[in-house]
């Protein structure tokens, strides 16, 4: 910050100045994941600035989750997750792939409710017009770092009170008899619009994953679709192959 003094450049607004030099110095490595930030008071003294700029830089950056607040602590460099890795062949659940890895899964909940189906969840779940799905839309969390938003849609005869899922969906549908065998999953890549960002705390236009599984029950039956978006910092999806006859 040293470098960046009030009355240098023209026409782009402070704050945004002082925003792009905090950039650039953790892409630079200036300042790393954990750092702590000099105080509001110290960044104003340095750089010449008011404190209501660098608080709007400083609040901006904490928006976009590349800063953290602690209350009674001050501002930090958010830590870098430790990537995920998934194998691409096993059908998993959220809960039990963190599980796995020592990791606590967590939902926070976006909406949870009965509907009418839209015209794609219809075709998916073979469903007419007249029934109902039950739809899920949850934050996906582990250790209380937010990795994926989840949007898992089915026939509400399938799950006719989706109060039920308190934690695990694949739980509630074991115990339904009704947990999928097989599915198959498609991935592409996104980048995040506004709002997925903002709740997965990363940047606007970030990078992510589109995950849509279609699952299964041994039967054939559809019993599951859904719509995911991951962070795209956070998951390496890892395959095995094996040459082919
Ligand atoms: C994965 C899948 C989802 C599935 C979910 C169930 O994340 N991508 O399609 O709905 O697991 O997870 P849980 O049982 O933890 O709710």
Partial sequence: LAGLRAGEGQGTPLYLRLR????DALSHGVIRPGDALPSEREIAARTEMS?????????DLVASGLLIQR???GTF???RVDRVEQSLSRLTSFTQDM???????HSEWIDRG????SPDEMMVLGLSSRELVARLSRLRLANDTPLAIERATLSSDVLPDPGTVTSSLYTVLQRTGKRPVRAVQRISATNLEEADAALLRVPAGAAGLS?????????GRVIEFTRSIYRGDTY???AELRLAE
């Avoid at 599980?99 to 899964?105: E, I, P, V, W, Y």
């Fill in 20 to 23: 792009r030099s905090i950039e």
């Fill in 51 to 59: 404190r209501v700029t660098v608080r709007k830089a400083v609040q």
């Fill in 71 to 73: 209350h009674g602590s």
């Fill in 77 to 79: 460099v958010a830590p």
């Fill in 99 to 105: 599980a796995r890895r020592g990791m606590t899964a």
């Fill in 114 to 117: 009965i509907y009418p189906p």
């Fill in 211 to 219: 995950i849509e599984r279609i699952s299964y029950l041994a039967s």
């Fill in 236 to 238: 390496d999806f890892v």
